[in-house]
């Protein structure tokens, strides 16, 4: 089985506990917090996908990690993945949880990055925009700034891209200018 399937699985049956227990809330920040330590930290990432390591060490530094703080059913989704061996699964049931639920809740999830930290200002139009290509009330933006952009924008919808960096745009005038000087040559 496909490591996708697995996770789309296990992240579905947990969505649906969460909500049958009426806190969807709580297991969104649990799997917000293990995405962002899986992103984060190097060393946890790397245990968590080592063969080496014994399930019950893994889970011993989860229960570790997500004692404070996390739901019950949260402990309890880590204690099962652990018993059938699916650590290295996590980052992505996780991942996927997040999927799930922000099609539940009706939220389109947008990555927008800049050279700079967006000021609320531009965090409103860029809202704004994937609001009406989406059409989705609710938006959630993964902010991420990268210096090499030189100046603009690369907004992220799914599968749709509009890159407005002007690194993208000397690219293509670097690509048609050689383009043209082929052509004169030839």
Do not use: C, W
Request: no cysteine.
């Amino acid at each position: 089985m496909s490591a996708y399937r697995v996770a789309s699985r296990y992240a579905k049956s947990l969505l649906e506990l969460a909500e049958a227990k009426g806190i969807t809330e709580q297991v969104r920040e649990d799997m917000n917090r293990l995405v962002l330590l899986n992103e984060t930290d190097a060393e946890f990432a790397t245990l968590i996908k080592s063969p080496i390591v014994s399930s019950e060490k893994k889970l011993e530094v989860l229960k570790s990690l997500f004692k404070t703080g996390s739901s019950e059913l949260t402990l309890s989704f880590l204690e099962l993945v652990s018993h059938k061996g699916r650590e290295a699964f996590l980052p992505l049931m996780a991942k996927e949880f997040l999927k799930q639920y922000n099609v539940h809740e009706g939220i389109q999830s947008a990555e927008v990055v800049t050279t700079v930290p967006l000021s609320d200002k531009l965090r409103a139009e860029f809202s704004k925009i994937v609001k009406e290509i989406s059409g989705k009330d609710k938006v959630e933006l993964d902010e991420k700034v990268d210096k090499d952009l030189i100046g603009g924008f690369v907004l992220k919808i799914e599968d749709r891209q509009l890159d407005e960096s002007l690194k993208s745009k000397l690219r293509a005038l670097h690509l048609d200018f050689t383009q043209n000087l082929y052509e004169k040559k030839f």
